[in-house]
């Protein structure tokens, strides 16, 4: 481990973004009880990654699947880790039981891959439900319409817990997503709703992962229940 004074701004930016989070979360109207906070650990050198899970974020999170295996191997074995890119159904079977939720189901081929894994393993994967609520060329994601239907499948799925809804906002400025966050809400709510109504036991629905660097105050202010925070914590990001 390097001097603590290389990681002080990991540690200053974690204290900001929480800050920032518990005022948010104090100021909405529909905000949750309580936030959690991810750190996007992509493109972040294992040490630095170290010290944001030391600094005590919720959990780290990854979008590549070999690059959070190799990542995992660096960090303390209690570390808790999330998926939140794209999924290929190829890719299930190494990731699957390294992760506390993934955050990206957005197919039925997909969903039915990680059944097929989980059950083999006598296991339960917790999932979020992706949704491209602006309906984005270049988003993955159901569109809202589309929710209904793959949670009745996905209810005949009991190696699967459907814990909420995921959103990738667009890019634009924060107040102009907030639409989009109240929508993912929305949604939530009635799908919740719904799916209780059904007596579907395996979908809870209580999660609403929303909200990156440039607007999870907002997320928050819209309800919230986790935030993916990349940047503010680790400072720009340097694609390879
Ligand atoms: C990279 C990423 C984030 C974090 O983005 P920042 O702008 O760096 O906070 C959040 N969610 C997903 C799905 C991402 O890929």
Redesign the pocket.
């Known amino acids: 481990m390097q001097s603590p004074a290389e990681y002080a701004d990991i540690a200053e930016n974690l204290a900001l973004v929480r800050a920032e989070i518990e005022l948010a979360r104090l100021r909405g109207a529909h905000s949750a009880a309580a936030v959690r906070l991810?750190a996007?650990s992509?493109t972040v050198e294992a040490p630095r990654v170290a010290c944001a899970w030391g600094c005590g974020v919720d959990a780290l999170?990854e979008?590549k699947v070999q690059e959070l295996l190799d990542k995992q191997g660096q960090l303390p074995p209690e570390a808790r880790w999330h998926f939140?890119?794209h999924l290929q159904t190829n890719k299930v079977r190494q990731v699957f039981d390294k992760v506390e939720l993934i955050?990206?189901l957005d197919s039925l081929r997909l969903a039915a891959e990680i059944e097929k894994r989980a059950a083999a393993a006598e296991r339960v994967v917790h999932c979020l439900i992706e949704v491209n609520v602006a309906a984005e060329e270049s988003k993955f994601g159901l569109s809202p319409a589309e929710v209904w239907d793959m949670l009745v499948e996905l209810a005949g799925m009991p190696h699967i817990a459907v814990d909420g809804l995921?959103t990738?906002a667009p890019d634009a400025p924060a107040e102009e997503v907030r639409p989009v966050f109240a929508e993912l809400r929305k949604l939530r709510n009635e799908m919740r709703a719904r799916a209780e109504k059904n007596s579907f036991s395996n979908i809870s629905m209580q999660e609403l992962?929303m909200?990156?660097?440039?607007d999870?105050r907002i997320a928050v202010e819209e309800g919230a229940t986790m935030v993916?925070?990349?940047?503010?914590?680790?400072g720009?990001?340097i694609y390879r």
């Not at 909200?211 to 440039?214: H, T």
């Not at 993916?228 to 680790?234: A, E, K, L, N, T």
């Open positions: 991810l996007v992509k999170a979008n939140i890119g955050h990206s995921m990738v992962s909200g990156m660097s440039n999870y993916r925070v990349g940047s503010s914590i680790f720009g990001r």
